[in-house]
């Protein structure tokens, strides 16, 4: 059986994600596209327990990416210091979203896993 995306249910769930940030929604659905392209529907047939665990890798991205980006940062020469702790701040915030993510996305694979244990379609 192949399943097909729901565009309106993804822009729905990216919506109610993102209400104040429109950008986000558009750049995740033409992410979303792109995929498509790469990868085809393979999302469909791989189990729920290996999706979370993508996720939950690319929390762990954020926070890593944003480590570095704070080390490059002290390369910009032309920020004063506010413009600097500004940037600094957010990178902070985006990793502690990001941490905050992974745990809870780990949490719900973990109770996912539980439960297919539990009656015989662990994975």
């Not at 209400?19 to 790469?38: I, M, N, S, V």
Request: aromatic content about 6%; charged content about 30%; hydrophobic content about 40%.
């Amino acid at each position: 059986m192949t399943i097909e995306r729901d565009l309106d249910r993804e822009r729905r769930f990216l919506r109610a994600a993102s209400p104040l940030a429109p950008p986000f929604r558009d750049h995740a659905c033409q992410r979303l596209e792109a995929g498509e392209r790469d990868y085809g529907n393979s999302w469909a047939t791989r189990p729920i327990a290996d999706l979370l665990f993508e996720i939950a890798e690319e929390c762990v991205d954020v926070g890593g990416w944003a480590a570095l980006t704070d080390q490059a940062l002290d390369q910009r020469g032309d920020l004063d210091p506010a413009e600097r702790e500004a940037v600094a701040k957010a990178l902070r915030e985006g990793a502690r979203l990001g941490a905050l993510a992974f745990g809870r996305i780990m949490n719900a694979r973990g109770r996912l896993l539980e439960i297919e244990g539990g009656n015989g379609h662990g994975c």
